[in-house]
């Protein structure tokens, strides 16, 4: 696949998943009535609506910030844990399709976003790695500053 459509996909799929669970995480703390009776009929604790809609809200955070790219994989993983044990509960529940949709449709996102994100970072790892080799032999090859001298203004 191309390198540009690869990166476009990455950020219109991130732009769905990050807003759709900013919708689900807000309602998680609004704590909509409707929503507090269904996560009881669940089994779930009180308070395991906010709890879940805070993390969702710092794991979008998380997916954003470029410097912590180290952390994406684990938010990645959290995402998909919470997508995961959704479907697993509205089934084991017994409860219509229509409550499943949204969850998988928000997993399948997840999921093309994950694996657009890995072969970007990939080929930028790729290219650091092909620069440092290039780099390397350049300066194995280097004798008595021949190369230096031949790229220097003064030569």
């Known amino acids: 696949m191309n390198s540009k459509i690869i990166h476009n996909t990455y950020y219109i799929t991130l732009i769905l998943f990050c807003g759709i669970i900013s919708l689900t995480g807000f309602a998680r703390l609004a704590v909509i009535p409707q929503a507090k009776e269904i996560i009881g009929q669940l089994g779930y604790p009180h308070y395991f609506p906010k709890y879940i809609g805070i993390c969702s809200l710092i794991g979008i955070v998380s997916l954003w910030l470029m410097p912590l790219r180290f952390l994406k994989d684990f938010t990645y993983a959290g995402f998909f844990i919470l997508l995961v044990s959704a479907i697993f509960s509205y089934v084991m529940k017994g409860d219509s399709w229509s409550f499943i949709f949204l969850p998988f449709v928000v997993l399948i996102l997840l999921s093309v ?25 350049i300066k194995d090859n280097d004798v008595d500053g021949e190369m230096a001298h031949h790229y220097s203004d003064a030569g």
């Open 113 to 137: 976003n994950y694996y657009c994100f890995y072969k970007t970072e990939l080929k930028k790892q790729k290219h650091k790695y092909l620069m440092h080799v290039i780099h390397k032999k």
